[in-house]
C-alpha cells in the first residue's frame, strides 16, 4: 500500500500536486471538464484542511518548448468556477515566478503551474528540472493516475527529492479498483477486449490468461485471430505479421482453460463510408466485404457469458464505434454489462464513451480515467509514477 493524502497533516504546508488537467480544447475553450472534476475530491481536501496548493499538469503535445495553445490558462478559469474561489497562475512551472508565488501562498490558496511540458526535461525526468519542480514544496501528491505510467519528471524523478510523496484519492481509487481486478476477483471472471490492433492490446490478453475465466474479443483484433483458425476473413483488418503470435495465444489460452471467444457472426459492408451493410457469419464473409462491427448472434453468445460474471473487465470496443452504423455491437456490449450485477471496470476512451451515450456509466462499478496506465496495469506492468510513492 501507497501513502495517501489522508495520512499526512497538510496545514500550514506547500502541497505540489500532480494532476491530469489533459483536457481537449477547442479555440481555447474545455470541451470535456471530466478530468477536473476527477481530481476536485483530493483538491479541496488539501483547501479544507489549510494546506497550500500548488497544482502542476501537462496537457497536449507541446514540443518541450512553450505553445500558446497548449496553456493551462483556460483549465484555471474553469477550476476557479469549479471552486469558487480565485486560482492564481504561474506563467512557467519553474524559475523564480513559479518560486515566489508558491513561496507566498497562504493557508487554503490554490496556485495552478504552467505546462510542465514547455520544458523538454519533463519527458527526459530530467533530475535538475525535477529538482527545481520539488523546491516549490514540502510534499508532494501523485492524482494523476493517467500519466502514472510516464518516469516523468511531476510522477516519477521529484519523489527523489520530496518525501513523503502520497497518492491523491483519484489515484488511490484506481489503484485499489484495478488491484482488485488483478489479485481479489471473484470468478466467473469476464475480460473483453476489442479495438483494432492485437498488438497494442496482446500483454493484456496474455495476462487476462492467468486471471480470467472467459475472455471475449471483438474489434478489428478478432480478424487476426480468425486468420489464425484459418478462417477467411474478407477485406477485414488483419496484421498479418501477428496472426502467428494470435495463434500462440490461442493455444495458450486452450492449455489453461480459458474460454477465448471470437465473433460468429459479424456487420459487413464495402469500407467505413459505404451506405449498405449487411450481417453474415463470419464464415459466410464476402471477399470485398470488411467487417466492421460484431452481430447480433456474437452479442448474444457474449451478454450470456457477461450475465454469469461476478468480475468483468472491459477493454477497447468491438466495431468502428466512431460510426453510428458500426456502434451497436458496442453498444449492446455496454448494457449487457451494466444488467449483470457484476463488479465491473470499464478503461479505454471508446469503452468509456460507449458506457456514457448508454446511459449506464452509474451501474459501472469503476471507470478507469488512464487509458494507457490502466492498460499497463492490467497488463501486469508496474508504474514508474506509483512506484516512485512512499510506501505506507
Given at each position: ?89 504561474a506563467s512557467d512551472c519553474v524559475g523564480p515566478e513559479a518560486e515566489s508565488m508558491a513561496g507566498a501562498l497562504k493557508d487554503g490558496e490554490v496556485l495552478v503551474l504552467e505546462n510542465l511540458r514547455f520544458h523538454a526535461e519533463e519527458e527526459k525526468n530530467d533530475p535538475g528540472f525535477a529538482r527545481q519542480l520539488a523546491a516549490l514544496c514540502e510534499i ?253
Amino acid at each position: 500500500m501507497k501513502l495517501s493524502l489522508s495520512d499526512i497533516p497538510v496545514a500550514h504546508r506547500r502541497v505540489l500536486m500532480r494532476v491530469d488537467f489533459n483536457v481537449p480544447l477547442k479555440d481555447g475553450v474545455i470541451t470535456d471538464d471530466t478530468r477536473i472534476e476527477a481530481s476536485l475530491p483530493s483538491i479541496r481536501y488539501v483547501i479544507d484542511h489549510g494546506g497550500r496548493l500548488i497544482l502542476a499538469s501537462h496537457l497536449g503535445r507541446p514540443k518541450g518548448q512553450p505553445e500558446a495553445k497548449y496553456s493551462l490558462k483556460p483549465a484555471v478559469a474553469r477550476l476557479s468556477e469549479m471552486l469558487g474561489r480565485e486560482v492564481r497562475f504561474a506563467s512557467d512551472c519553474v524559475g523564480p515566478e513559479a518560486e515566489s508565488m508558491a513561496g507566498a501562498l497562504k493557508d487554503g490558496e490554490v496556485l495552478v503551474l504552467e505546462n510542465l511540458r514547455f520544458h523538454a526535461e519533463e519527458e527526459k525526468n530530467d533530475p535538475g528540472f525535477a529538482r527545481q519542480l520539488a523546491a516549490l514544496c514540502e510534499i508532494y501528491v501523485n492524482d494523476a493516475f493517467g500519466a502514472a505510467h510516464r518516469a516523468h519528471a511531476s510522477t516519477a524523478g521529484i519523489a527523489a527529492f520530496v518525501q513523503p510523496a502520497a497518492s491523491g484519492f483519484l489515484m488511490q481509487k484506481e489503484l485499489e479498483a484495478l488491484g482488485h481486478a488483478l489479485t481479489k476477483a471473484e470468478k466467473p471472471y469476464v475480460s473483453i477486449v476489442g479495438g483494432a490492433k492485437v498488438s497494442d492490446k496482446i500483454e493484456l490478453i496474455e495476462n487476462f490468461l492467468n486471471l480470467a475465466t472467459d475472455v471475449l474479443i471483438g474489434g478489428a483484433m478478432a480478424y487476426t485471430f480468425l486468420r489464425a483458425k484459418n478462417i477467411a476473413t474478407g477485406k477485414s483488418l488483419v496484421e498479418t505479421d501477428k496472426i502467428e503470435l494470435a495463434g500462440e495465444v490461442l493455444a495458450k489460452a486452450q492449455q489453461k482453460g480459458v474460454r477465448l471467444e471470437l465473433p460468429v457472426d459479424h456487420v459487413v459492408a464495402a469500407g467505413l463510408d459505404a451506405t449498405e451493410s449487411q450481417v453474415v457469419t463470419i464464415d459466410k464473409t464476402p471477399e470485398d466485404r470488411m467487417g466492421l462491427d460484431i452481430g447480433p448472434e456474437t452479442v448474444k453468445r457474449y451478454s450470456a457469458v457477461i450475465a454469469r460474471a461476478k468480475t468483468i473487465v472491459w477493454n477497447g470496443p468491438m466495431g468502428v464505434f466512431e460510426n453510428p452504423k458500426f456502434s451497436q455491437g458496442t453498444f449492446a456490449i455496454a448494457r449487457a454489462i451494466a444488467e449483470s450485477g457484476a463488479v465491473s471496470i470499464v478503461g479505454g476512451g471508446d469503452s468509456i464513451s460507449a458506457v456514457v451515450q448508454s446511459g449506464v456509466e452509474s451501474k459501472i462499478t469503476h471507470i478507469s480515467t488512464g487509458g494507457g496506465a490502466s492498460l499497463e496495469f492490467l497488463s501486469g506492468h508496474k508504474l514508474p509514477g506509483v512506484e516512485a510513492l512512499t510506501d505506507k
